[in-house]
């Protein structure tokens, strides 16, 4: 597990996704994959910028666990801010036009649904999300 500690500002962003990238590759994630994975981890780390320190910097810790046969990875993001559980709030109705859907919550459901499982759990003061996608 390679683990890496760094401001949640957004403009840290390409500093993240490179970690990760770094990571997959190394386990010859697919491209295919890989992506998913990319839009997914910009998605919660572009959250966790905006939300969870409010007006403060703080620090988010990005985990990236790539084992198994076949391969999967888990990549987990740590904060100390808010409690916030972003899978406690409903899907929203993606059969609606987008004029008729209320703002907020489909990049969360984008990430449920290109991820294998999504987890949230809030430990010690701390929001913890895990994605798991395998390949």
């Not at 970690?19 to 994975?37: G, H, N, R, S, T």
């Not at 036009?97 to 969360?108: C, H, K, M, N, V």
């Amino acid at each position: 597990m390679k683990e890496l500690k760094i401001t949640a500002l957004t403009e840290n962003l390409p500093q993240v996704l490179a970690f990760v990238d770094e990571q997959l590759e190394a386990a010859d994630c697919p491209m295919k994959v890989q992506m998913q994975i990319e839009i997914a981890v910009e998605e919660i780390f572009v959250n966790i910028a905006h939300y969870a320190y409010e007006d403060e910097d703080g620090i988010a810790a990005i985990r990236v666990d790539v084992q198994g046969q076949p391969p999967s990875a888990d990549i987990t993001f740590i904060d100390s801010g808010v409690p916030y559980d972003p899978l406690a709030k409903t899907d929203p109705d993606v059969t609606l036009s987008a004029e008729e859907r209320q703002i907020g919550g489909l990049g969360i459901f984008l990430v449920k649904k290109s991820m294998d499982d999504v987890i949230y759990e809030y430990s010690d003061g701390q929001n913890i999300l895990t994605l798991k996608k395998g390949w």
